[in-house]
């Protein structure tokens, strides 16, 4: 993704809605060498790189994606260590066990 930003024509890049960069390191040298490479600051930014990583355990990070110069959280929107939390309750009427069955 971060080859395709940097060779985008203005046209189409003008129609992007987000550039997800997902496990891959972006660093100032590429945002330096491609003004299509701009870091999300928010949930409702366009024309933006949105890059994060997520692995099981910091074990598992590797030199090419650790050293990102950018990164959003896209749970919480932020770029900071501010930690987030999933509100996933996923609830199936009718059913019991690991689903919500209290609402209609």
């Known amino acids: 993704m971060v080859e395709l ?3 985008i024509d203005d046209d189409t890049y003008s129609q992007l809605a ?5 496990g891959y390191k972006v660093t100032k040298a590429d945002m330096a060498q491609c003004s299509h490479i701009r870091p999300a600051e928010g949930e409702t930014d366009t024309g933006v790189t949105i890059c994060y990583n997520t692995v099981k355990d910091v074990k598992y990070i590797k030199p090419i ?3 990102s ?3 959003i959280n896209p ?4 770029t900071d260590a501010t930690p987030a ?3 996933d309750t996923s609830a ?8 919500d069955t209290s609402w209609g």
């Open 5 to 7: 930003l940097k060779h």
């Open 18 to 22: 987000a550039a997800y960069v997902l």
């Open 65 to 67: 994606i650790s050293a």
């Open 69 to 71: 110069d950018i990164c």
């Open 75 to 78: 749970v919480n929107w932020r």
């Open 85 to 87: 939390t999933l509100h």
């Open 92 to 99: 199936i009427p009718g059913t019991v066990g690991l689903y």
